[in-house]
């Protein structure tokens, strides 16, 4: 199926595009009424992930309400700690809470490598009921987490601000913590090329907690495995957000990945000269702009595409889109973009 | 009273010293068996707040049982809000909560600049006692929080991931922010002036949430009132602390501060270079390196002294201490740094 807009792509590939492409981080989801009448449909978040025609649904509504560049398929990162033999639960405004957590080595016996192809049937048959009803009309994007942050949750048991028993282990056990990220690479390689085989079109890798580390042990626990992810995926491009990582960004440029995303609050300009010219950069308005005026919007946005210029850039904002933002001002920073004019 | 042990004083000024100062944020407090026996002897956490007594015996508690070579006054950054007239609660397990917000600028109305010689005597009641009972042995530290940071919880009604509610407001109506982060400056310059002339050697400010801003806002929005506080404090020395202020870095070198604290996430050679030479630098040392074996505690401390060197240092975590960390690891630490000999 050749994409009838394939801006995004072309984007990042490091190709001319007539325009710079846009999407949202979150942006199938609670912003949109007609997400919330789906959600409200189910008994729970996981249910809507795990319900393939539900979740293609939500997928595609951001394509046709708010004229986004591309589709990610509505999923969560933490389906792979589950199919590697973790549970969780999605707590309502508590968030992800893990019944059992890694403490040590022995709890090691109880993972598994997930088997994507089987356990995680429900997001590939999303991935295949979308890309059908898009029917080319955009790029689907298919992600996972990274290993360090899917790591942090698996022995955390739940979100943190600190994160110290997870990086605790890191001191306490490191063998063990390699085991553990190795495991998780493995799993995430087979998820990911199972999203590509079912039509993703690209894929990006979410290192959320990226930012609680030092730089040593960011490239030892977090770059490495990465690396081998990016390595692993040849198929299609692949784009590597790690939020808060201000210091990996000079390794990321050597990464053999297509895309690296910016959080909202690394400097434009700095952030290429970091990682050079070899690299398409993704992002990365704050979410809180969008709770500005139509006019003020309009200001950041074009301030933001004029520091990215016209080459190797798909906008997006620099985390995911908060649920409270008004959907028109997230049109309005859609349409920006696609309006917006270099001066040549 | 002449200070018998002046190392952190004479370090921030920049002079010579015999060795490196040591002291941890958040040394005063569940880490020590002797401070919860204190704590379990009151109803809350607000009521040791505010009975000058027991501050300062828990404030003292770390000279005497792991011979830190400062005190830091026993308080919250939070007392300063509540003496503008918003009042908070510490929820166990959750933290602050303030039952009313501000939320436009007619709330601003119900606050007033502190006055803090009346509402904050409890705070410089239990700074007299406290150097009364050290008795010159060590220096004792007062401290504030950035006005950046309490806004956010002013602003927020609680700690959050995102501060989404804070960071909004900076698009929707920055006036109102601007005007409740004067009122903030002021409250905290008279504070910070009350706890000097109860005897603080030393002052430092905690931007917590300094993270969180992008280059451009924070400037605007929290480093200007930094300065304003830091221009109106000459009596001390004062030491700015931003947690994950990475951009921040370098306009800090021009403030009038002395010292600079680092965060364990910021590279040091990397910030010695951005600061330049005329600031002590304070940190780094990952609080979950306190979780390793005492060998791997000393490896960690030394290897940070050595990055740091023998100037302009004064040895500390880049976070405050994890409450469940043993404090025989926090005495390795703290011994590691008072016996360590730079080679020549």
Chains 1, 2 share one sequence.
Not at 45 to 67: H, M, R, S, W
Not at 222 to 228: F, H
């Amino acid at each position: 199926m050749q994409l009838k807009n394939d801006l995004l792509i072309r984007a990042a590939k490091g190709e001319k595009v007539e325009r710079t492409p846009v999407w949202l981080m979150r942006q199938a989801g609670r912003i949109l009424p007609e997400y919330r009448k789906v959600r409200a449909s189910v008994s729970g978040f996981k249910e809507l992930v795990k319900t393939p025609e539900l979740a293609a649904e939500v997928t595609i509504q951001p394509v046709d309400l708010l004229g986004v560049d591309a589709a990610i398929i509505f999923s969560d990162i933490l389906v792979i700690p589950e199919a590697m033999g973790l549970d969780y639960e999605m707590v309502e405004k508590t968030g992800p809470v893990f019944p059992k957590t890694i403490n040590n080595a022995s709890d090691l016996d109880q993972l598994r490598v997930a088997d994507a192809a089987r356990d995680l049937a429900y997001v590939t048959d999303a991935i295949q009921l979308v890309k059908k009803e898009l029917n080319g009309r955009v790029p689907l994007i298919g992600f996972a987490g990274a290993p360090w942050t899917l790591f942090c949750y698996m022995i955390e048991g739940s979100g943190s601000k600190t994160f110290s028993k997870a990086r605790k282990v890191l001191y306490t056990d490191p063998q063990m913590a390699h085991k553990l990220l190795d495991m998780i690479t493995q799993s995430t390689i087979t998820y990911l090329k199972c999203q590509i085989d079912a039509g993703a079109d690209i894929v990006q890798l979410f290192d959320s907690w990226g930012g609680i580390l030092g730089d040593n042990q960011y490239n030892e626990f977090s770059m490495k495995y990465i690396e081998t992810i990016c390595n692993a995926i040849t198929e299609v491009p692949i784009t590597v957000f790690a939020k808060g990582a201000y210091l990996a960004r000079e390794k990321m440029s050597s990464l053999a990945c297509e895309t690296i995303g910016l959080d909202w609050n690394m400097d434009i300009a700095e952030s290429r000269k970091i990682i050079g010219d070899q690299k398409t950069l993704q992002g990365n308005l704050d979410p809180c702009a969008l709770y500005g005026s139509y006019d003020e919007i309009a200001i950041q946005t074009k301030s933001m595409l004029n520091q990215f210029g016209s080459h190797r850039h798909i906008a997006n904002l620099g985390h995911g889109v908060y649920p409270d933002t008004n959907p028109d001002h997230v049109r309005c920073f859609i349409d920006t973009v696609k309006n917006f004019q270099f001066n040549s």
